[in-house]
């Protein structure tokens, strides 16, 4: 058995990358930001959510639907969501000053029409993945030695008075021919059902699109054929992650629907889709500072409350314990049968 392990813990458990905590930083907290903040209050204080939108849909298939359009956090949450899962790695003598490496964080679904999911989980998600996607391209396209227009820019484009209601699939459609014919080659769209009337702070149906994307915009008055759409360059001025956070935080939600469409040279069938990819982030199972693998871990102190803030890190031992040992964990993972296939163990 011990040989076993021995074999399956190199396998399955190499020490990865390391991420949020180091040596120098051996402790993080998450905290809300000030823009989160405020978006919460816009949340609290607006008809956030009840605003809704029915729009007609035809499916690549053909087949005719009608969209529910929502803002984020309109469902309600799961049993889980919020749960905190507590790991930890107590082989002290491997870290620096002999404390517990703990990995208290929440369970989320990750859903971005979650009440209690959406922001702090589906949001960052979401708005760190693509922020990598366009850095991605951006190096792509460095090192191929392209220099023209490789810095993102922010568009919105609204559309016409007459088509503002019309089918979600056409409109999308007239939406990225007026992109194309302006001169924007690739980027991310993402749909608003709705905007706030900050007076009121209500929100009313005006749907328009925002593209974070690559091109250059051409002369807006010259381009005569946009039968009464407007295209706006915006610029992205603060960070390309806030500006695709801040879009991001009030696109329509619906069933089925992403919030956000990739086109052109930054799609999913572009000939650069490969190299641009931003892999899924996998749970880390391994302690960030001896790349052991973690066991459930348990608040022990009796002075004060389990922290109700997700952490990362370092902390005191003696405020912590594991509640298994890394035989159980192993013989857990036998159990469900969750080894890979090619791993030959018997
Ligand atoms: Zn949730
Ligand atoms: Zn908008
Ligand atoms: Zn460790």
Redesign the pocket.
Same mark, same amino acid.
Request: proline share 0%; glycine share 20%.
């Given at each position: 058995m011990s040989q076993q392990l021995k074999q399956f813990e190199h396998v399955v458990s190499p020490p990865k990358k390391r991420s949020r905590v180091s040596e120098n930083n051996p402790y993080w907290e998450k905290k809300l930001s000030e823009s989160q903040i405020s978006l919460l209050e816009i949340h609290d204080k607006s008809d956030w959510v009840n605003v809704e939108l029915f729009q007609d849909y035809k499916t690549p298939k053909g087949i005719m639907k009608k969209i529910h359009w929502k803002l984020p956090s309109t469902k309600e949450k799961n049993i889980t969501c919020g749960k905190f899962k507590t790991l930890g790695?107590f082989?002290l003598m /491997?870290?620096p000053d002999n404390q517990a490496?703990i990995q208290h964080t929440k369970l989320s679904c990750f859903r971005s029409a979650c009440e209690y999911c959406w922001m702090e989980k589906w949001l960052a998600r979401e708005s760190r993945r693509s922020t990598l996607r366009i850095e991605k391209y951006e190096s792509v396209m460095k090192q191929l030695g392209k220099t023209r227009f490789n810095k993102p820019i922010h568009v919105i484009v609204s559309p016409s008075w007459n088509d503002k209601f019309m089918r979600y699939d056409l409109l999308k459609k007239k939406c990225r021919e007026i992109l194309d014919k302006a001169g924007i080659k690739g980027g991310l769209l993402i749909y608003h059902p709705f905007k706030l009337d900050k007076k009121k702070m209500k929100w009313v149906c005006m749907p328009h699109f925002h593209v974070v994307g690559f091109g250059w915009l051409l002369d807006n008055n010259k381009n005569t054929d946009k039968q009464g759409w407007v295209i706006k360059n915006k610029g992205v001025r603060q960070s390309l992650h806030s500006t695709i956070y801040y879009q991001l935080s009030h696109a329509g939600v619906a069933d089925n629907i992403h919030s956000i469409t990739w086109f052109g040279e930054l799609g999913y069938r572009s000939k650069y889709a490969e190299l641009i990819k931003v892999e899924n982030e996998e749970p880390n199972d391994n302690?960030e500072?001896? /790349?052991?693998i973690l066991v459930n871990a348990v608040f022990v102190a009796t002075d004060r409350p389990p922290p109700d803030k997700e952490f990362i890190g370092l902390v005191d031992s003696w405020d912590w314990l594991p509640t298994e040992s890394k035989t159980m964990y192993f013989q857990k993972i036998l159990d469900e049968k969750i080894i890979s296939l090619d791993f030959d163990f018997y």
């Open positions: 790695c082989n /491997g870290h490496y302690c500072f001896c /790349g052991e």
